[in-house]
Nanobody, 118 residues
Framework: QVQLVESGGGLVQPGGSLRLSCAASGIGFFSIYTKAWYRQTPGKERELVATITSGGSTNYADSVKGRFTISRDNARNTVHLQMDSLKPEDTAVYYC???????????WGQGTQVTVSS
C-alpha cells in the first residue's frame, strides 16, 4: 500500500523557518517520480508550491521563490521543503504528492499544518 506521510509542520513566528518532510513507502522506484508540495487554506483551491523532477529540476510558485527550497533524498524515499523567511500568508495545510511520469495516478499525503503567527 502506497503511503506518503508529511511531518515538520507547526507554529512559527514571521521570519522564521520550518522544514517539512514527506516519507514515501510502498512505492517502487520512488526516485523516478516527480514530487511536489501543495498548500491549501480554507475556502481556497489547493495551490502548487514547488516541484522537483527525477532529474532534480525544480520549479516554484512566484510567492515562495527565494524563500522555499524543495529537495529529495532518493536513498530514503523522502522529499523535503525548506521554508525560510516565513510570512503569515504562508499559513496553510501543506501536502506532498508524487506522480510517475506517464501515469495519471497521483499519490497524496494527509497534510501537515503550518501556521505563521506572532
Amino acid at each position: 500500500q502506497v503511503q506518503l506521510v508529511e511531518s515538520g509542520g507547526g507554529l512559527v513566528q514571521p521570519g522564521g523557518s520550518l522544514r517539512l518532510s514527506c516519507a514515501a513507502s510502498g512505492i517502487g522506484f520512488f526516485s523516478i517520480y516527480t514530487k511536489a508540495w501543495y498548500r491549501q487554506t480554507p475556502g481556497k483551491e489547493r495551490e502548487l508550491v514547488a516541484t522537483i523532477t527525477s532529474g532534480g529540476s525544480t520549479n516554484y510558485a512566484d510567492s515562495v521563490k527565494g524563500r522555499f527550497t524543495i529537495s529529495r533524498d532518493n536513498a530514503r524515499n523522502t522529499v523535503h521543503l525548506q521554508m525560510d523567511s516565513l510570512k503569515p500568508e504562508d499559513t496553510a495545510v501543506y501536502y506532498c504528492n508524487a506522480q510517475r511520469p506517464g501515469s495519471r495516478t497521483v499519490f497524496w499525503g494527509q497534510g501537515t499544518q503550518v501556521t505563521v503567527s506572532s
